[in-house]
C-alpha cells in the first residue's frame, strides 16, 4: 500500500467536474508537508500539474486546480476534456518515512 | 529548456549492479537537486533518492544500503548506481529534476529507460 492514498479510479463525462483525492497523515500531508499533483499518459513520463498544493506551472490550463486541507488533498478538474484521461499521482514529504512518497496513482476516464 | 535523457543497460541479471547516467542539457547543475524515481510496470511511482550540486545526497532509507548517485558537472551528467539487483527492481527509471526553491517539485523528467532483471 501507498502511504499517500488515492482512489484506484475515477470517471466523468465531457464537461463535467471530477475530483481526486489523496489522504495521508500527520507524517505527511498533515505535517504541511507540500503536497504536488502530476498527470502520465501511457509511455510517458509525468508531467508537472499542480506544485504547493495550489499553483499551476505556467501552460497548465486554470480547469486544473488543487487543495490541501489537514491530513489530505485534492485535485479538481472542471470542463472535462477527453485529452485529460490519464493517471494521476500526488506527492508529499514523508518525516517517518524519511522519504518523498507518492500516492498509488488514480486512472481517470473522460466517458 | 531543460532536458534530461536516461542510458545504461535495458536487462540486468539478478544480483548484479545497475549503473545509469542522465545526461542533462540546458540547465546548470547548480540549478537544481538531481533526482531518481522509478515506476514498476503497470504500478506507481518511487523515489529513489537526490544529489545536489555541492554533492549531498539522500535516499529513500529502504534503499539506501544499495543505492548511490554521483554528479559530474563536467559532462553534464549524474548517475545511479543500484547493487544486488532482484526482479523486484525491475522498472522504468526516470531521471528528473527537484526545484531547489520547492521542496519536492518535480519539474522536468527524462523519457525513462526500462530496467529489467532477470535470474
Known amino acids: 500500500q501507498s502511504v499517500l492514498t488515492q482512489p484506484p479510479s475515477v470517471s466523468g463525462a465531457p464537461g463535467q467536474r471530477v475530483t481526486i483525492s489523496c489522504t495521508g497523515s500527520s507524517s505527511n500531508i498533515g505535517a504541511a508537508y507540500d503536497v504536488h499533483w502530476y498527470k502520465q499518459l501511457p509511455g510517458t513520463p509525468p508531467k508537472l500539474l499542480i506544485y504547493g498544493n495550489r499553483n499551476r506551472p505556467s501552460g497548465v490550463p486554470d480547469r486544473f486546480s488543487g487543495s490541501k486541507s489537514g491530513t489530505s488533498a485534492s485535485l479538481a478538474i472542471t470542463g472535462l476534456q477527453p485529452e485529460d484521461e490519464a493517471d494521476y499521482y500526488c506527492?508529499?514529504?514523508?518525516?517517518?518515512?524519511?522519504?518523498?512518497?507518492f500516492g498509488g496513482g488514480t486512472k481517470l476516464t473522460v466517458l | 529548456q531543460v532536458q534530461l535523457q536516461e542510458s545504461g543497460p535495458g536487462l540486468e541479471k539478478s544480483s548484479e549492479t545497475l549503473s545509469l547516467t542522465c545526461t542533462v542539457s540546458?540547465?546548470?547543475?547548480?540549478?537544481?537537486?538531481w533526482n531518481w524515481i522509478r515506476q514498476p510496470p503497470g504500478k506507481g511511482l518511487e523515489w529513489i533518492g537526490y544529489?545536489?550540486?555541492?554533492?549531498?545526497?539522500n535516499f529513500k532509507p529502504s534503499l539506501k544500503s544499495r543505492a548511490t548517485i554521483t554528479l559530474d558537472p563536467s559532462k553534464n551528467q549524474f548517475s545511479l548506481r543500484l547493487t544486488s539487483m532482484t526482479a523486484a527492481d525491475t522498472a522504468v527509471y526516470y531521471c528528473a529534476t527537484e526545484a531547489i526553491a520547492v521542496a519536492g517539485m518535480v519539474e522536468y523528467w527524462g523519457q525513462g529507460t526500462l530496467v529489467t532483471v532477470s535470474s
Open positions: 506527492q508529499s514529504y514523508d518525516s517517518s518515512l524519511r522519504s518523498w512518497v
Open positions: 544529489i545536489n550540486y555541492s554533492g549531498s545526497s
Open positions: 540546458g540547465a546548470s547543475m547548480s540549478s537544481f537537486y
